[in-house]
């Protein structure tokens, strides 16, 4: 499938770059566009798995050490250039630490009422 067509920026890779720099420079080329795990997995060289967990652990390292904007939903993950969409995974990323602390408060009640 010729990517080109679709819009998608082929990217140069240099031959000294890990999986990591690949994802980053892949995803800075083709800013604002949702891209699957599997196929962020397969283009940067990373070993696929179901769950992409070495995919995730460099995408949680380039957001929170290198400070590069990617964020992700069902579509996929995105290298964001508007300030919207920051604002949006943020609020995304909120309300699932909302739901994950009601089902922790959940789970010491049941916890509590279960004894020895």
């Not at 999986?19 to 080329?29: A, R």
């Not at 949680?60 to 904007?69: F, G, Q, R, S």
């Amino acid at each position: 499938m010729n990517d080109n067509i679709y819009g998608i920026v082929p990217v140069e890779f240099k031959e000294d770059w890990d999986e990591k720099e690949k994802l980053k420079k892949f995803l800075e080329f083709n800013p604002n566009r949702y891209f699957k795990g599997k196929d962020l997995s397969r283009r940067c060289g990373f070993t696929n798995s179901a769950t992409s967990v070495q995919l995730r652990k460099a995408i949680t390292e380039l957001v929170c050490v290198d400070k590069v904007p990617i964020v992700s939903d069902s579509a996929g993950y995105m290298y964001a250039t508007r300030k919207k969409a920051v604002e949006y995974y943020i609020d995304n990323l909120s309300d699932r630490v909302a739901g994950i602390q009601r089902r922790i408060y959940a789970l010491i009640e049941i916890e509590e009422r279960m004894g020895e």
